[in-house]
């Protein structure tokens, strides 16, 4: 069968010129010798793509290019190969034994810190003189390109639009100067065929080392002699910690605890995390018109920041502040209210909900927002360690399609489809307004890529009215749920199918009873090929789907987020029953649609790869287990893959 997409070289007389924006430049290649640091895409690979997509009744440019998601996934290819080899680490003798998740786990504490450094000492607060006044971006210089681990972390954070934009407001304006993720720089500095880092050249290596106090070669191994310096909660004095103990006391560790050395004060990373609160806090006093809480300057809705006014009057009624108030010192407040994040949301509690505050009543959504932020060290919002690992799951879906392969992408036009079902994806997001929807993975690989191109990103919001969040962590239930409605409506807005990989979406997403496509079965009702079965297949929209067996599992939903928010696990068991018994119906409905010949060639397709397909959102994962990795790495609710 003929799965070839159709040339997009002609475009129609109503769309405008196409002309690349000076936003969209991308920025320098690294200046070392040889092509091998140059990322070179496949020939030809965006010559399919249209010009042009009408979303939200208006003609837009491109948003997205497959060759950028050729790059992305070469990063990920390194990615993922980093990972294995930490976890499956040979010939250095660890000290203190660990399983490959522990050591992993261990591994990633250690990058979100030289993340931190990078960004902070190396990158820096975008203070340094440069004309402000074009709001170009700087781009990334040759030699501010981090090592691997860190550019998976940025990766990851990136992939939290809503979240990496507010930090970068609020506390990281280096970070929003250089703009978009220099994914072809980046993909660059890895070789195509051993998706290894190129070696760097001598002043990347030193630059990098120099400013931010780290080796440059990613730590794959973590000895108990390795430590880290942290600065007390109470004196602000400066505490070596080791990462790792053998009691799981060490920084890297759940059990983490220790005692000031220069004050007797014990602290945890919730401790911690409480100081940023009243850094936090203190900063409002001293310029309110400057500093505000996390999560209170861009919007949750639609993605966009807020009128400054919104923001300070909003952390003023969650710290109780007012006029004339004199600035309290952070260990001062801390004294005064409590060290625990309990204290702190009972006086924030008070601050927001008045005399109204009882224990019956819960606390409001948008103070658990905010002190979401504050649950964890370091400038970021939100657990950048627990996102890595959450993110993996979509990186092994893309290793196990042979995305990461390479020389996959001569010749094909994979990813030419992807990017157009993704730019459909949005004007669904338009049809679907108040719903969630759900991706494929094929879909969630562009819109992944999207983000990271976050300049262009965030103008989405002139193009649907949203910037839409990107949220890792929801409910299998939900999702589920989402994902069905998610292929009714594609059925009916584009008439083909969301997705044929074998997952049955509800009757209404199918081509059954006299549906469109219903009279060209190929099959009589007593099963026996007819004369039809000689007719190539009717592919309405081979820009969004293809018949083609290999082509099948790219449209898999894109359940790498769902996670289980209810405990006990038996719950979420209840939960998938549920849905079995849901698909087994469906499953006899479409068996017997073509048994009596109203099933269409698309229903067929899925009535035979839903035999032994494993279905979406069924695994149940535990949420808020005790020890996730042992004792060891991030507290995190691990997705399953």
């Not at 691997?148 to 990851?156: A, F, G, S």
């Not at 400057?290 to 009057?313: C, E, H, M, R, W």
């Not at 392969?405 to 997001?429: A, I, N, Q, S």
């Not at 998938?576 to 649609?593: C, F, I, N, P």
Request: charged content about 25%; hydrophobic content about 35%.
């Amino acid at each position: 069968m003929d799965t070839t997409l159709p040339s997009y070289t002609a475009t129609t007389a109503e769309a405008p010129a196409y002309n690349v924006d000076a936003l969209d430049a991308l920025p320098a290649y690294d200046d070392c010798t040889g092509s091998t640091c140059a990322f070179v895409p496949a020939a030809g690979i965006n010559d399919k793509v249209p010009n042009h997509f009408k979303i939200n009744e208006k003609y837009v440019k491109v948003q997205v290019m497959p060759s950028e998601l050729q790059a992305h996934l070469v990063l990920l290819g390194a990615f993922h190969r980093l990972r294995e080899e930490v976890r499956n680490l040979t010939g250095i003798k660890a000290d203190i034994p660990m399983e490959p998740d522990e050591r992993y786990a261990v591994f990633l504490q250690r990058a979100v810190y030289r993340f931190e450094q990078w960004a902070v000492r190396m990158i820096g607060t975008g203070d340094d003189g440069e004309d402000e006044a074009s709001g170009q971006p700087r781009g990334l210089a040759p030699n501010e390109v981090p090592p691997l681990d860190v550019i998976m972390v940025w990766h990851t954070y990136m992939l939290n639009p809503r979240t990496y934009y507010e930090d970068c407001l609020r506390k990281l304006p280096g970070l929003l100067k250089i703009g978009s993720f220099p994914l072809l720089q980046l993909a660059g500095s890895i070789d195509q065929e051993t998706l290894l880092p190129h070696s760097p050249v001598e002043g990347r290596m030193t630059a990098f080392s120099s400013l931010t106090g780290q080796s440059f070669d990613p730590p794959t191994n973590t000895t108990s002699e390795e430590t880290v310096t942290l600065f007390c909660p109470s004196c602000s004095q400066a505490n070596s910690i080791p990462w790792i103990t053998y009691k799981g006391d060490g920084y890297a560790q759940r059990g983490f605890a220790c005692v000031c050395v220069h004050c007797q004060f014990e602290f945890s990373r919730e401790t911690l995390g409480v100081r940023k609160f009243f850094e936090d806090m203190e900063n409002c006093m001293l310029e309110p018109d400057k500093y505000f809480l996390a999560n209170t300057v861009v919007d949750y809705q639609d993605g966009i920041p807020v009128d400054p006014i919104f923001s300070k009057v909003l952390s003023w009624n969650v710290l109780s502040l007012r006029e004339g108030l004199n600035p309290i010192r952070p260990e001062a407040l801390a004294e005064k209210i409590g060290w625990t994040m309990k204290s702190v949301e009972e006086y924030c509690r008070n601050g927001v909900l008045g005399k109204r505050n009882r224990p019956i009543i819960d606390t409001p959504r948008q103070l658990n927002i905010i002190l979401a932020a504050y649950r964890h060290p370091g400038p970021f919002s939100m657990d950048l360690a627990s996102a890595v690992i959450r993110q993996m799951g979509f990186v092994e879906k893309m290793v196990g399609l042979g995305f990461t392969e390479p020389g996959r992408w001569k010749d094909d036009d994979t990813l030419t489809r992807c990017v157009v079902r993704y730019h459909h994806f949005l004007e669904l997001m338009i049809v679907s307004s108040g719903s969630c929807v759900v991706p494929t993975l094929d879909i969630d690989l562009a819109w992944h890529t999207h983000q990271l191109l976050c300049d262009s990103y965030r103008r989405l919001h002139d193009i649907i009215g949203v910037v839409p969040d990107h949220d890792d962590k929801v409910n299998q239930g939900a999702l589920s749920n989402a994902y069905d409605k998610t292929a009714e409506a594609w059925k009916e807005r584009f008439g083909v199918p969301y997705s044929v990989c074998g997952c049955l979406p509800p009757l209404k997403a199918m081509d059954i009873c006299g549906g469109p496509g219903g009279g060209l079965s190929l099959f009589s009702k007593k099963g026996k090929s007819k004369v039809a079965l000689e007719k190539p297949f009717e592919n309405a929209r081979p820009d969004l789907i293809s018949p083609s067996d290999d082509d099948a599992d790219q449209t898999h939903p894109s359940d790498h987020s769902a996670v289980a928010i209810i405990n006990p696990a038996e719950a979420n068991t209840a939960q998938a029953q549920v849905r079995r018994r849901e698909l087994a119906k469906r499953e006899k409905e479409l068996e017997k649609g073509v048994e009596k010949g109203k099933a269409g060639q698309w229903s067929e397709v899925m009535q035979k790869r839903a035999t032994d397909h494993a279905p979406s959102f069924l695994c149940p994962v535990h949420y808020g287990i005790s020890e996730p990795f042992g004792k060891f790495g991030c507290v995190a609710a691990q997705s399953r893959p």
